[in-house]
């Protein structure tokens, strides 16, 4: 499945947005999932959980920079609507 480019589902709500790949820094409980992406400059837009529930939110931010702070792509994930993910406990 591909991932939409940037704004292509900016008529999608949040909670029905599709979440295509799942990031995280496991050992220290942070967390991405990407609904857009722009491949030319791995730039991605969706919703980021940094341990704190409270404070977690939907933004851009850069691959290469989650690469760079030791961030994995979760294998395995099979795509599907936020608020499944969120109704799910957000894992696999």
Do not use: C
Request: aromatic share 16%; charged share 30%.
């Amino acid at each position: 499945m591909t991932i939409p480019r940037l704004y292509e589902t900016e008529d999608t709500s949040l909670e029905e947005k599709m979440i295509y790949e799942r990031w995280e820094i496991p050992f220290i409980d942070f967390y991405w999932l990407i609904a857009e992406l722009e491949p030319a400059n791995e730039l991605a837009f969706g919703y980021a959980n940094l341990n704190d529930d409270d404070m977690a939110e939907w933004g851009y931010f850069g691959l290469q920079e989650l690469k760079d702070n030791g961030a994995v792509k979760l294998n395995g994930w099979e795509p599907r609507k936020f608020r499944e993910v969120m109704d799910n406990g957000h894992t696999d």
